[in-house]
């Protein structure tokens, strides 16, 4: 038996996430709408600072603090942000519709056009993170291209994606996470990572250790995926989402096992073929292997 099929478990979504405003916390969701861009409301909202660059948590850690809810069903409407210390804010979609600025934001490379939401979102945004910024939602009529390294055996040409560091999706085996805290506690550490730092989309059980990494192919329930590049990891999965504290792991441990041309890799960037659902408990079957 190769080792492509020995997997003996069957493959199943374990938990499903959205990330509406980038780098603020994340929201468990039973199954994950896909539409052109990647999962509906995620990576949709976004804060800039007074030049139009993106914010991050990589350099603003409180970002993590700030807790984004959707104000209507279908995710696709306005959001409710909470953070530590501050009154929960309210920003309703009919607010960016109905006349809402739009600038370009700088997210890596590209020029994304984004609608900014207002004086009273830029006045809490900047309490909570800590720095002057504003709020901008994704504008309907950007088409922000996404690159061929994250798109798999899909024919990236005419593919869009919203504000994500790359792929519509991320997918990591929980397996992968399992053996890296293994070897936190082998080397000492007595705190182990949680999976909220690795800001993935769909996790799956079932596997061995970074069994996605071999992956080139694969279907989700009905959904037809392609699994691109491997995730680059960086400073933001040192940085404790209850807190805001950043230290030295996962990284450390990472360079010792997971080093590759350009940094470190944990989690797959994937990408769908078409418009679909997928939901937790549904099956992933490997279609072809790299």
Not at 6 to 34: C, D, N, Q, Y
Request: net charge neutral; glycine share 8%; proline share 4%.
């Amino acid at each position: 038996m190769s080792e492509h099929t020995a997997m003996a478990a069957t493959v199943r979504v374990a938990a499903l996430f959205v990330h509406p405003l980038k780098s603020a916390a994340g929201i468990r969701v039973p199954e994950l709408t896909l539409d052109e861009r990647g999962a509906v409301g995620d990576r949709r909202w976004i804060l800039a600072d007074h030049n139009g660059d993106m914010i991050t948590a990589r350099e603003t850690h409180r970002l993590v603090l700030i807790r984004p809810s959707f104000l209507t069903d279908d995710r696709n409407g306005g959001i409710r942000l909470t953070a530590p210390g501050l009154p929960a804010l309210d920003v309703p979609i009919e607010s960016v519709d109905r006349g809402a600025p739009v600038q370009n934001v700088r997210v890596w490379d590209d020029e994304v056009v984004a609608h900014d939401v207002g004086d009273i979102a830029a006045a809490w945004c900047s309490a909570a993170a800590g720095r002057t910024c504003r709020l901008l939602r994704l504008a309907d009529v950007d088409r922000r291209p996404l690159a061929p390294r994250f798109a798999g055996t899909i024919d990236a040409h005419a593919r869009y994606v919203a504000m994500s560091d790359g792929a519509p999706l991320l997918l990591l085996g929980m397996a992968s996470i399992d053996a890296l805290n293994a070897r936190l506690l082998d080397s000492g550490h007595a705190a182990v990572m949680d999976r909220r730092r690795f800001r993935a989309n769909v996790l799956v059980t079932g596997t061995r250790p970074h069994d996605e990494d071999t992956w080139r192919d694969i279907r989700i329930g009905d959904v037809s995926l392609s699994v691109g590049s491997a995730c680059t990891r960086c400073v933001l999965t040192t940085v404790d989402p209850d807190t805001a504290e950043r230290g030295h792991e996962p990284l450390r441990a990472f360079a010792q096992y997971r080093r590759a041309d350009g940094g470190v890799i944990f989690g797959m960037n994937t990408t769908h073929r078409s418009a679909g659902v997928i939901r937790v408990s549904d099956e992933l079957q490997v279609l072809s292997f790299r």
